[in-house]
């Protein structure tokens, strides 16, 4: 059931004076958080370790940013939007075990009952470590543990699912066009952005800028 993933120390973005303000966006559109690797690629594989290690530090990038840019309602709507990321992560471990315990029992015959015992028990302990409220069967066999994980699977995808239709997603909206919101902001500062060579700390200190200007027009009554 295991399988060799790499090990080697990942190298990704840390602070606001490194990430891309591009990059910034990109993970929140995708809600991708492997885009902080520096040499990321779709297929990459990653250790448990290295995962939460990534997920702590977007957590704490992410934080950072709206308390720079003192925007609480956003932020709301962000973790409401993550949370379905890690919802639906939790989804793809809980199936990858049920699958496996399904072939498992389907090479009942072929294993010896020692070998058995020991992945059985080995997934049960997998899914305890994924979501404690999952209770797994220990003494009733696979079959009854599979019919207790379709009852768990469903009822997470139900719970993913509402999440997903009642959350607006204002920040994905604020950001959908990417180049009308910098198009904006280089009118208002009157000036061309580089903004494919541009970090989140240097976009939040112009952000600032057009705020300044947006307020005094309006104190100004132009």
Known sequence: M?????????NYYKSLDKLKILTFWKIIQDKNILLLDFDYFYGKEYT???????????????DEYYILVNDSKSKYNLDKSFEELRL???????????????????????????????????????LVRIDKRIKP??????????????RVLKSLINRYNTDNKNNKKEVEKQIQNVYDVVANAESWLERNLDIDNMVVSRWIAYEKQIKDKQKAQKKNGK
């Open 137 to 150: 069967l220990f003494f009733k066999g696979i079959e009854a543990n599979l019919k207790n994980l379709d």
């Open 2 to 10: 295991l399988t060799l993933k790499n090990t080697k120390p990942i």
């Open 48 to 62: 448990k370790e290295q995962k939460e290690e990534i997920e702590q530090t977007w957590l704490k990038l992410y």
């Open 88 to 126: 639906r992560d939790k989804i793809n471990q809980v199936k990858q075990n049920y699958d496996f315990l399904i072939v498992l029992n389907d090479n009942k015959l072929r294993l010896k009952p020692e070998d058995i015992q020991k992945y059985e028990q080995e997934t049960y302990r997998n």
